[in-house]
């Protein structure tokens, strides 16, 4: 496919399987951008403050959510947290929670709460496998545990490997995958085992993320050699792989007068989503790392929308479908609230990308 020169392209409806949707003001900003992304479907992340921990609480964000649009299929999930026992576990599955998340204690943002002992949760576990929630794991360990000259990432991988092992019925998720290590530790697992990919690892390096705040998210993009493996596994039409933005906003002052390197860490994306991935896949063939033969619609079908619905065995069907043609839109610098109170900058500002909007199917 010659995303350069085509100009239009119908898809179904992307399912975004890792969406940060925060919380008061941000969040009625922030979820009114999603279809603008040709996103129907969403993975919700649990981080808020404080960490969604009970079934109630998920439902009661769950209905904040719906309050603002009927539009978005919202899958919830709860947070990992010590209160999260086998018991709330039945609770989840009976109100269709989908999953739980499991944050490293202090790895990225709000995850204060988050997980220091992996075994005390096998209890959990169990109770996942057997109710068939999805465990959806940020997969980094703490800095002072990755042994020297080993990404925070390489260092999880191991506990991925004994999670499956130990618990080979239960779906797991790695999230975010950064590296071209997480590429092949997720394919050497069996078929529960699957993986995000974002639009922004299949851009951005290590290079533009410790110097441009709006490209400072966790996990931190790496060598450019990590970025092109995630770009190829997206078009290797292996069905592991589904798309899962890890869109984070965060508001615009807190990016921008933040000293370098100290900047909260999250790329804003989900208003571009859709667009923003067929960039990325663009550029890599513009850089040789993939051929325009090795874009296909199938294969752009199943990672922005087939794989992760059949993952979490959701319905395929849609009364709608995205059209995407290029009209000469650029990514704007940023979105704001009616009274400008609130502003969130834009990853790729200014970038020039497919128009999208929706029709009947």
């Given at each position: ?6 100009e ?36 919700v ?18 209905s ?43 790895v ?20 996942m ?34 999670l ?37 690892h ?22 450019p ?38 900047a ?7 208003s ?25 619609k ?6 922005l ?7 979490y ?44 909007r929706?029709?009947?199917?």
């Amino acid at each position: 496919m010659q995303l350069k020169s085509i100009e239009r392209l119908e898809l179904p409806p992307t399912a975004d399987m890792h969406v940060h949707l925060r919380q008061a003001e941000l969040m009625e900003l922030v979820v009114p951008t999603v279809r603008n992304g040709g996103v129907d479907t969403v993975f919700v992340m649990p981080n808020l403050v404080p960490p969604l921990t009970s079934v109630e609480q998920v439902l009661a964000y769950r209905s904040q959510l719906r309050d603002i649009t009927q539009d978005v299929n919202f899958l919830m999930s709860l947070f990992l947290h010590p209160s999260v026992t086998p018991e709330v576990i039945a609770q989840a599955a009976t109100a269709g929670i989908a999953g739980v998340k499991m944050y490293p204690q202090g790895v990225t943002t709000n995850s204060e709460s988050g997980v220091s002992n992996l075994e005390a949760f096998y209890a959990t576990f169990a109770a996942m496998e057997q109710h068939d929630l999805v465990l959806n794991l940020h997969g980094e360990t703490l800095e002072s545990l990755a042994p020297a000259n080993t990404t925070l990432e390489e260092a999880f991988l191991p506990t991925l490997k004994t999670l499956h092992e130990r618990f080979p019925r239960l779906r797991i998720v790695l999230e975010h995958c950064s590296t071209a290590a997480a590429v092949e530790a997720v394919r050497a697992c069996g078929p529960t085992v699957g993986a995000t990919i974002t639009a922004h690892h299949l851009y951005l390096t290590s290079d533009e993320a410790c110097c441009d705040p709006f490209a400072f998210c966790k996990p931190i993009p790496k060598k450019p050699t990590d970025r092109d493996a995630l770009v190829r596994a997206v078009v290797s039409g292996d069905t592991k792989f589904f798309f899962g933005s890890d869109s984070a906003p965060h508001p615009i002052q807190s990016k921008t007068s933040a000293a370098p390197g100290k900047a909260p860490a999250g790329v804003f994306t989900q208003s571009f989503a859709t667009q923003l991935v067929l960039l990325g896949l663009e550029e890599a063939i513009e850089r040789g790392v993939i051929t325009e033969a090795d874009v296909t619609k199938e294969k752009l079908e199943n990672f922005l929308s087939r794989s992760g619905r059949r993952f979490y065995k959701l319905l395929e069907v849609s009364e709608k479908k995205i059209v995407l043609e290029k009209k000469g839109e650029k990514i704007p610098a940023s979105i704001r609230s009616e009274d400008g109170a609130i502003e969130v900058g834009i990853s790729r500002a200014g970038m020039e990308v497919f128009s999208l909007r929706w029709e009947e199917a």
